[in-house]
């Protein structure tokens, strides 16, 4: 068991110096990542406090979920496909009023601190989506290179509205 602490060092390692990391439908939850250096406080009170606002771009095989908070952006790939099958959690949809929740860690990577920590609940119609398009990516045995070069193109401040993002619950 870890016990994770706003303003402890942040026990879990994390692979994005700069960016957010969707680390999703494991059997230890569904985890979202987000590393920057020198955080300062409005960016550490936008991320704990703002309402979050999440999305999902499709392209191939490719599932690039877009968050953000007010003015901050982040793009993060999923790819269902790396998660080893007996770590993978898929949640079956009972009704139509499901909701994913998602533990948000905010890190600041230049000092290795947890700055924030919250929960949020995506939609009932983006939980569907995604878990539709995790179903499809499963199945599909195409690499997400190219898709990935080809969204890495996009300005970031674009990404929302192809995202479609919207309100997460609190």
Not at 49 to 65: N, R, T
Not at 137 to 151: K, V
């Amino acid at each position: 068991m870890i016990t994770l602490s706003r303003g402890a060092t942040y026990p879990l390692p994390i692979r994005a110096v700069e960016g957010a990391t969707a680390n999703f439908l494991t059997d230890s939850g569904n985890l979202l990542q987000i590393g920057m250096p020198n955080l300062v406080r409005t960016e550490v009170r936008s991320i704990r406090q703002d309402p979050m606002k999440a999305g999902i771009v499709l392209d191939g095989p490719l599932i690039l979920w877009v968050f953000q908070f007010e003015t901050i952006i982040f793009d993060a790939p999923f790819d269902a496909r790396v998660i080893p099958t007996e770590a993978r959690r898929l949640p079956n949809i009972e009704n139509e009023r499901q909701r994913l929740g998602i533990d948000v860690h905010l890190v600041d990577t230049a000092s290795n601190v947890l700055r924030g920590l919250r929960h949020v609940t995506l939609s009932p119609g983006l939980t569907r989506r995604f878990l539709i398009a995790v179903q499809d990516q499963l199945a599909d045995p195409r690499s997400t290179a190219s898709y990935l070069t080809r969204s890495n193109t996009i300005p970031i401040t674009r990404l929302p509205a192809l995202a479609q993002v919207e309100r997460c619950g609190a």
